[in-house]
């Protein structure tokens, strides 16, 4: 069974920093692109960074410069380093994995099956960003 499993969310001041955790099971975890969306109240979902499994990356203009993906396949995790937070980066937060998904694609449009073109979905994780 494919399991997505984020953590490491909670409630952080402006300007301070939190790390996401995607702990992966169930699948070949170095064979899969992550990506990592968020959404917030009232908004549509956003992809903001993606890595695929030769490395290369995309990051949303939003979250650029402050927000890094990152991978340990000897862990089966994706982390998501958030720095420089701000008010609007308030949202839950999700990790995504794909097999063919390549960054340069990302993020793709919803869909029908409102999947972005990613095959596997974690539950989700909230982040509030204090004023």
Do not use: H
Not at 9 to 18: D, F, P, R
């Amino acid at each position: 069974e494919v399991q997505l499993v984020e953590s490491g969310g909670g409630l952080v001041q402006a300007g301070g920093s939190l790390r996401l955790s995607c702990a992966a099971s169930g699948f070949t975890f170095e064979d899969y692109a992550i990506g990592w969306f968020r959404q917030a109240p009232g908004k549509e979902r956003e992809g903001i960074q993606c890595i695929s499994s030769d490395g290369s990356t995309y990051s949303a203009e939003s979250v650029k410069g402050r927000f890094t993906i990152s991978t340990d396949s000897a862990k089966n995790t994706a982390y998501l380093q958030m720095n420089s937070l701000k008010p609007e980066d308030t949202a839950i937060y999700y990790c995504a994995a794909d097999p063919v998904m390549p960054c340069f694609l990302f993020p793709r449009p919803m869909g029908t099956n409102n999947d972005y073109g990613m095959d596997y979905w974690g539950k989700g994780i909230l982040v509030t960003v204090s004023s």
